[in-house]
């Protein structure tokens, strides 16, 4: 593929190779994608709503957990180890406790929450399988959020799950304690 930089000179990009080794992978400066297994999987660019819905989580988390210094939230565009993949949450949070001292890679651990939110071109079954890795991984919590039924889906482990709709309060349990929003503020 041949693409033209902002100074008008036409350069061959190569695609990535299709498969390496996780330590490759953490050592390559890859954007949009994530390490499944020896297989690099390409990230499609999300919708405007799911960029709205993960915006708001952010900000609502990002801010609670800066005033009472819990640690740190994180964008999609962040790596986090999970087992023998690289995934990258569309929000997550690290405690102090778990943040290592070189930030210049990917996180060598799983994040303690994870939230992924679905795009319509997730299949859902797909998130719910990225969820479970986290938590095997050792990730504490993940919320699962459906956009288009306006839902939130709380795993705490594969057989721990609960489905939240607009009327509920999502909070952050044990993991980032004290912190809740009402789940229709994600949707309005």
Not at 34 to 45: D, F, H, R, S, T
Not at 70 to 89: M, N, S
Request: with cysteine; proline share 6%; hydrophobic share 40%.
């Amino acid at each position: 593929m041949r693409q033209q930089d902002a100074r008008g000179i036409t350069q061959e990009i190569l695609p990535p190779p299709k498969k390496m080794t996780l330590e490759e992978f953490l050592e390559s400066d890859l954007e949009g994608y994530e390490y499944v297994k020896g297989e690099l999987i390409l990230m499609p660019a999300a919708s405007a709503e799911h960029g709205i819905v993960s915006a708001r989580i952010f900000l609502c988390l990002g801010v609670y957990v800066r005033e009472n210094q819990l640690g740190e939230v994180v964008t999609p565009d962040t790596g986090f180890q999970v087992g023998e993949r690289v995934l990258k949450p569309d929000i997550a949070f690290i405690s102090s406790a778990q943040l290592p001292d070189d930030l210049s890679k990917a996180f060598p651990v799983p994040p303690d929450f994870a939230i992924e939110v679905v795009s319509p071109s997730d299949a859902f079954r797909r998130v719910l399988e990225k969820a479970f890795a986290y938590l095997d991984a050792g990730t504490r919590l993940v919320w699962v959020v459906e956009p288009g039924s306006k839902t939130v889906t709380v795993c705490r482990s594969e057989t721990d799950i609960k489905l939240l709709t607009r009327n509920d309060t999502l909070t952050g349990e044990d993991v980032v304690e004290g912190f809740s929003c009402q789940v229709a503020q994600l949707f309005e």
